[in-house]
């Protein structure tokens, strides 16, 4: 694995002083003409907007490519991590930003279903500007290992033995693992409690402590600790068996059928951005996912590199809004 891999968790966050210098500078008219043609993009660093706390997923894939894009552009793009309300906070700072090209958003699964969630404060559709799809991985199902069930329809016989005496641990209402697990009991037609908590972390501790039983959500997060036992899997969410776990069935084929949940993350802009810089973006990340290095990554981190283009992605988007809006809406899933 190259250096920039190893080491994006740790060289990026030193460049935020960096961003915030450069920021203050404004552009010249001159340097906002060839900026919006894309010939001296970028002439400053970037900030990308994580909105969710370090440590995640989005997190996670936002450092690993951002580095490589760091050195492909001879231009720092600078991590920052604007957590809050679902992601909502992070999310309303980057759609305000200029269409510059210096504010770009990391994006999951979340930007899908939070409309059906929150009143949001712009329209997510209308004021962004697509820029690439980066990779997609499944959730994975898992239980503290004390739980009597080592498989999926042994958990569905077990729920439904003990109706409302199992519950399972999420980072907050509407969070990639509430979805999930709603879609889960949903389909399985179970009665399991939410448990939710203020982030994945306190969420994962606490199924890893046996406070709670069950968890679901992105495979990513929870594969260190299934590989070190403290995390027992029954199922992953994809469409087919992860790479990762060849040995664990899908969710799907081990006892709900058609059930299929993935996080994913891309990256968009504030909608009025140059298609030239919109084109390079894209190409340059599209070049990053290509790497044997990059895709070794992602399979290894339970995931997988998708490329897309813009307009691809724009439209991917929107499926999964449609997909997410309907279990929103049957599970009754409202804002706190």
Same mark, same amino acid.
Do not use: F
């Given at each position: 694995m190259p250096s920039s891999l190893r080491q994006a968790q740790y060289s990026i966050p030193l460049l935020t002083g960096l961003l915030f210098c450069a920021a203050i500078v404004p552009a010249t008219p001159a340097q906002a003409a060839a900026t919006g043609s894309g010939a001296d993009y970028p002439a400053r660093p970037i900030r990308m907007i994580v909105p969710f706390p370090p440590g995640g997923s989005n997190d996670i894939v936002a450092r690993v490519v951002g580095q490589q894009l760091t050195e492909r552009l001879g231009k720092p793009v600078v991590i920052d991590n604007r957590g809050g309300a679902g992601g909502m906070i992070g999310t309303e700072t980057a759609i305000h930003a200029q269409p510059d090209g210096y504010t770009l958003l990391i994006i999951s699964v979340a930007y899908a279903y939070n409309p059906w969630i929150y009143k949001l404060n712009y329209?997510?559709?209308?004021?962004?500007?697509?820029?690439?799809?980066?990779?997609? $991985?499944?959730?994975?199902?898992?239980v503290h290992p004390s739980v009597p069930a080592n498989s999926v329809k042994e958990l569905i016989a077990l729920a439904r033995a003990k109706p409302g005496q199992l519950n399972y641990a999420?980072?907050?209402?509407?969070s990639f693992q509430h979805m999930s697990s709603e879609m889960f009991r949903i389909m399985a037609g179970i009665n399991i409690v939410h448990i939710p908590f203020k982030g994945g972390g306190p969420a994962m501790l606490a199924v890893i402590a046996g406070q709670s039983q069950i968890s679901?959500?992105?495979?990513?997060?929870?594969?260190?600790?299934?590989?070190? $036992?403290?995390l027992k899997p029954l199922g992953?969410?994809?469409?087919?068996?992860? %790479?990762?776990? %060849?040995?664990?069935?899908?969710?799907?084929?081990?006892?709900v059928p058609g059930y299929e949940a993935n996080n994913w993350w891309g990256?968009?802009?504030?909608?009025?951005?140059?298609?030239?810089?919109?084109r390079?973006?894209?190409t340059e990340i599209a070049a990053i996912l290509a790497t044997p290095e990059t895709q070794k990554w992602f399979l290894g981190e339970g995931g997988e590199a998708v490329s897309r283009t813009p307009d691809g992605f724009g439209k991917w988007i929107l499926s999964e809004m449609d997909k997410w809006g309907k279990v929103v809406k049957q599970a009754g899933i409202k804002a706190e």
């Open positions: 329209d997510p559709v209308k004021a962004v500007a697509p820029v690439a799809q980066l990779g997609t $991985g499944p959730n994975s199902l898992v999420t980072a907050g209402i509407g679901i959500g992105s495979l990513l997060q929870t594969l260190p600790h299934i590989r070190s $036992g403290k992953t969410g994809g469409a087919r068996r992860s %790479p990762a776990l %060849p040995d664990v069935p899908t969710v799907a084929e081990a006892g990256i968009i802009a504030p909608a009025g951005l140059s298609p030239a810089i919109v390079k973006l894209n």
